[in-house]
């Protein structure tokens, strides 16, 4: 019973995950996202994307880990359990979402295609770079083009491990005012500092890190190649 009380019930979130800002909140076990207001605290919020509950069609959600504002004001939306990221209008909260990178129910390592998405971060053009976990990369995908190609732009995909260029489980990443990235890289247990130009896959090293996650040092140049 107290299950569904806290289901039912907008004034209680279970399994928070990914608050953006103060009040944009990804419910996660209610797959849905929340908006509550600033100016009342603790009194009820809204439902602005996830209306239709499990599943996988325009107005549902596969439990939701993030969710923040592109540069419309609109809902980007990390739906993880579908492997993709949607798009839902901030004008007409509840309505249909678009798929804008991703394939929705499927996973894989493709250019179109995530497995287990995990965040997103909005770029100063305001492309989208996912953190997409299980396939140990930062993917940045164009807005311009929804569904279309996105490209690798730290980590190796498929490959886990603790080198530089190598992550194991990307669960974050934002974007600094020089354009770097910051990620969390969840089971290396550190955050790791991306310049664009150096931390693609198989290409140069970040200039540091923080935490306790293993060798800074790259592998050896046979590795290094694979």
């Known amino acids: 019973h107290k299950r569904t009380r806290e289901i039912g019930n907008l004034t209680m979130l279970r399994m928070l995950s990914g608050v953006v800002g103060d009040y944009l909140v990804a419910d996660s076990a209610n797959y849905r996202i929340q908006l509550c207001p600033a100016a009342s605290p603790g009194s009820p919020c809204t439902t602005v994307a996830g209306t239709g509950g499990y599943g996988s069609g325009l107005t549902q959600l596969k439990s939701p880990t993030g969710a923040t504002v592109n540069n419309d004001g609109d809902y980007l939306v990390v739906d993880v359990n579908n ?46 770079l996912v953190s997409d976990r299980y396939n140990q990369r930062l993917q940045l995908c164009p807005a311009a083009s929804p569904g279309s190609a996105c490209s690798t732009v730290a980590g190796r995909t498929g490959f886990m491990g603790n080198w530089a260029n190598m992550f194991n489980q990307p669960v974050q990443a934002t974007i600094t005012s020089t354009g770097d990235y910051v990620v969390a890289d969840y089971m290396n247990h550190r955050v790791q ?34």
């Open 83 to 128: 492997h993709r990221i949607q798009l839902c209008p901030a004008a007409s909260p509840g309505s249909p979402c678009t798929t804008v990178a991703g394939t929705t129910g499927y996973t894989g390592q493709t250019t179109t295609r995530f497995s287990g998405p995990h965040a997103v971060a909005i770029t100063s053009t305001g492309d989208y």
């Open 193 to 226: 500092l991306c310049r664009p130009l150096w931390c693609r896959a198989n290409q140069g090293w970040p200039p540091g890190t923080a935490g306790g996650g293993g060798s800074q040092h790259p592998p050896p140049r046979s590795r290094q190649s694979q």
